[in-house]
């Protein structure tokens, strides 16, 4: 029988395949341990239940865990009943250093480790059906010592090895080294067709039990998330204008929001993400516009979701969609931001897929089918269709390029203009699910090398965990706002957040001299008046310091700088910073200011 298919035989499949090199091999694993285990049982619609737990990332059949690396291991320490400070708590919540042992980093490892000392070797002989069973659970509790409840019962009846895979899973990440295709190839040759225009992994299950049996490509439906087209990366203008070479080309800013593909369905509404999870939080807001806006029944638009500011009557640069959306969800007022939906694509209109149609085609379809409205909903066509105010009234977000100079002076504007970039598309393209083959190029000006230090003041520290844990480990660091009046600057922007590169001495030297100042950062107290920061909890510190004239200049550096900060109030941020050394010889007022910066970026950016 399918359902008494142990788990201990995945398992089994799954460290035998993590320990072969070839793909091959890897491959062949899957496809034996499917044959064996379900069809001699005749239990082939039974295979959901295990492929759910190898691609563990595609299943939207029970809710997400809330169970990442740092809250599985508080989780776990609950379940074992350990103490917090015992060695193995303190091992598993410090898993990315775990005591710099082998297994570091890796946190199914070290709780292995930490597992092997308690549970034997005699697997428990749960079934994949009790796996799931349990999973769902899980899932729908979101009180932490129920979790910890039926952590503690799968420990009982696993082994430290079947124990490991399950932790895996949960975290969504098996590490096998062979390709999502590659998986579903295996189990049908059209699965991963199928998949694509309905991202239901049980339906493609169910409806694929037979390898024999071919399926006729699917087109996509309406309800249904399709998994969004993507852009291939290239290099620069001409690179991508090679590749390009003879088509018709539309040149877009790339928005740098949310993936949101708005289905439309009569009354019902769906607003799916690029990793399809319907957010329902955006309805409150946006369904009522979707409704009056979109002037035919049936619908799925493709588009980024964005903020929206009210006062400037332009797209917010900080905020977050979600943060604005669940607001809304709760009926708070949102001062001046609400979400925008840029929709760049149609997909299906009326009783129809338009997806094979081409892009030219289809932005037709939209400006027929959409009717815009002013800060709630967009649409992207070239040469001003987007009737959006840009920061500089002469830019356009959407360009037909004719030439390569075309697509240069574009890209150049959007990033003068701080957009995270352009996407270039061949007009005559259809819309492929799934795809990133180079029908749509993206250019982003990523990765720039930063030549010097930076010298920039502490504005904040984050405590660290297990052995820094309640001290200060990480620090926020500020540019400085040059003053109007060439006195000492006065205000301070968030630039980045710098945790690694001084010594455990002068790491706690540097904290001891600031301790004085720290003040907690207690929500929802402003932070110091001196600090401009964005609404992004992210660059929430623990502590700020009271005041830059009490703060300690920092010299950092960084071997690629990324180009637009999400996180920080100062328009770039660093990638890999490192502290240099700590500039006590520096005065607080001598730090780096803002436009300096800008132009450090833009010198090495050949801008
Ligand atoms: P990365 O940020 O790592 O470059 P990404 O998450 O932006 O990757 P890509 O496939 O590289 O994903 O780029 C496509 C994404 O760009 C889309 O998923 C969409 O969210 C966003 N995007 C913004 N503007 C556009 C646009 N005009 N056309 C298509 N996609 C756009």
């Not at 999870?277 to 009056?292: N, V």
């Not at 081409?358 to 959409?370: A, F, G, H, M, N």
């Not at 002013?374 to 105010?389: A, S």
Request: aromatic share 8%.
């Amino acid at each position: 029988m399918a359902a008494k298919v142990r788990f201990g035989l995945l398992v089994a499949m799954f460290q035998a395949m993590s320990g072969d090199k070839r793909s091959a091999k890897k491959r062949a694993r899957l496809r034996a341990f499917l044959d064996r285990a379900y069809v001699p049982s005749g239990g082939r619609d039974d295979y959901f239940s295990a492929l759910r737990l190898v691609l563990p990332g595609l299943d939207r059949e029970r809710g997400t865990y809330g169970l990442k690396e740092a809250a599985l291991a508080a989780v776990l320490v609950d379940a074992l009943g350990i103490a917090k400070d015992s060695p193995d708590a303190v091992r598993l919540i410090n898993w990315r250093r775990s005591g710099g042992g082998r297994n570091a980093g890796n946190f199914a490892l070290v709780s292995a480790e930490v597992l092997q000392r308690r549970q034997g070797i005699t697997s428990g002989g749960l079934t994949i059906k009790e796996v799931n069973d349990a999973l769902y659970l899980l899932a729908a509790t979101e009180n932490r010592s129920e979790k910890a409840t039926i952590l503690s019962s799968l420990i009982k009846k696993t082994n430290a090895l079947e124990m490991k895979w399950l932790l895996m899973i949960i975290l969504k990440d098996l590490k096998l080294g062979i390709s999502e295709k590659s998986i579903f190839d295996e189990f049908h040759p059209d699965a991963q067709d199928l998949f694509n225009v309905t991202c239901d992994l049980k339906f493609v299950c169910e409806k694929l039990n037979d390898r024999s049996q071919r399926h006729k490509r699917q087109d996509i439906e309406v309800g249904k998330a399709v998994r969004p087209q993507l852009a291939m990366r290239v290099r620069d203008a001409s690179a991508a204008w090679k590749k390009l070479h003879g088509k018709q080309v539309v040149a877009e800013c790339k928005f740098d929001g949310d993936r949101i593909q708005i289905h439309k369905k009569g009354e019902e509404i769906h607003f799916f993400s690029r990793s399809f999870l319907d957010h329902s939080e955006y309805a409150p807001g946006m369904s009522k516009i979707i409704k009056e806006n979109i002037l035919v029944d049936r619908c799925i638009l493709d588009g980024e979701m964005l903020v929206w500011d009210t006062v400037l009557n332009r797209f917010a640069e900080f905020g977050s969609n979600q943060e604005i959306a669940k607001a809304a969800r709760e009926g708070l007022e949102t001062d001046r931001q609400q979400c925008i939906d840029v929709a760049f694509d149609i997909l299906y209109a009326g009783d129809t897929s338009v997806i094979h149609q081409s892009l030219t085609e289809r932005q037709e379809i939209l400006q027929k089918v959409v009717k815009p409205l002013k800060g709630h909903l967009e649409i992207l066509i070239p040469t001003g269709g987007l009737n959006v105010r840009r920061p500089s009234d002469e830019l356009c977000w959407s360009i037909i390029a004719h030439n390569l100079e075309d697509v240069e002076k574009f890209f150049k504007d959007t990033i003068d203009n701080r957009d995270e970039g352009i996407i270039l598309k061949d007009l005559a393209s259809k819309w492929e699910p799934g795809d990133r083959n180079g029908k749509w190029l993206k250019l982003k000006p990523d990765y720039i090398h930063a030549g010097a230090d930076l010298d920039v003041i502490i504005i904040g520290g984050y405590y660290g965990s297990g052995r820094r844990g309640g001290e200060v480990a990480q620090f926020l660091v500020g540019l400085a706002v040059p003053s109007d009046d060439n006195s000492y600057p006065k205000r301070f922007l968030s630039f980045c957040r710098v945790g690694t590169g001084l010594s455990d001495e002068e790491r706690d030297a540097l904290v001891t001299k600031l301790k004085p100042y720290f003040r907690k950062n207690e929500y929802p107290k402003k932070p110091p008046k001196f600090y401009e920061v964005t609404n992004n909890s992210k660059e929430r510190p623990d502590v700020w310091i009271e005041s830059p004239d009490k703060s300690v200049i920092i010299s950092v550096t960084s071997d690629i700088r990324t180009i637009k900060s999400e996180v920080f109030a100062a328009p770039y941020c660093l990638r890999f910073p490192r502290i240099q050394r700590v500039r006590y010889d520096k005065p607080w007022h001598e730090c780096l200011d803002v436009q300096a910066f800008v132009d450090i970026v833009h010198s090495s950016n050949g801008t």
